[in-house]
């Protein structure tokens, strides 16, 4: 198939194309490259640096390319600055991609799929959470995502759009040949800075808070590996074959890990002794997330391959380790 991949040589996009590949797709990548990185993507593959805000621009990509179906993944994603810069997180994930649904439109293509949340939660009622939980964003991050999902619905009534939303929950890892992983820049996540820590690129891991009702006091994440990920993109393409129809799918592990426990498979991992700090809370963290993918298991086949933090962590080490300086290596 004809796959357009919206963001394409992002983090997860750029995983993605790599397995549309592998899949024997066709991916065409649209990414303005604000985040996302050219290296990261084959130069045989079409490339157009473009923003999916650009109506005119999409319509061309669509129609000369002949697209059947359109993967977003291009989205500003740091939560806390989605709560300073709430405008800036409603103008890309939630206006652009309404753009970008216009285009499809007009050209007629009317398959979609869509990187959506486990932040489209809040805080849940209870665990592991399941996608029929009520939805109760705690940021602006969370909230344009699901005004996309709520968009998508409405869209697959009035036009006939077909369409799947994958809730990630803590994308992590990188591609087993060490070729492609994550370059974040400012990074923020948890995975990278205790390798970084363990690389002696950083002083230190600051763990934000120790004072959960968790069994170790500090957040319990459902660590789900990028090729897994990637991996429940494509199996869902059969799903999307009839018109108005639409699906939302947990994309986890199902098993939680403390940060102690993530700092600790990095120092089994890479042999070295990570310094850690504690310090206070991170505002708007909520103390457990993970999920039930009985859904997707069952729906799609979908299977995970890197079944323990352990084994994300060990391709993390080896990307991190063969480029210390991202795709400027
Ligand atoms: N953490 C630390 N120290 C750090 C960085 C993170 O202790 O230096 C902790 C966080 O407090 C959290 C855990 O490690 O408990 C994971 O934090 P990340 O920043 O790696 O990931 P988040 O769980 O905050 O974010 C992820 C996705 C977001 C999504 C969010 C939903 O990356 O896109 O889950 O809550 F919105």
Known sequence: MKVLVVGGAGYIGSHCVRQLVAAGHEPVVVDNLVFGHRQAVAPE????????GNVDAMRKILAEEKIELVMHFAAF???GESVEKPLKYYDNNFIATLRLLEAMLTEGVKKFVFSSTCATYGVPPSLPIVETMPQAPINPYGQTKLDVENALKALAHSDGLSFAAFRYFNAAGAA???????DHNPETHLIPLVIDAAMGKRENIKIFGTDYDTPDGTCLRDYVHVDDLSRAHIAVFDKLGTPGTGCFYNLGTGTPYSVR???????????KKVNIVEVERRAGDPPALYADSSKAKNGLGWKVEFDSVEKIVETAWAWHSSHPNGFSD
């Open 45 to 52: 593959i079409p490339f157009y640096t473009d923003h999916l």
């Open 77 to 79: 994603a740091y939560v």
């Open 176 to 182: 087993t040949d060490g070729s492609i992983g994550e």
């Open 261 to 271: 426990e993530v700092i600790e498979a990095v120092e089994k991992v890479s042999g």
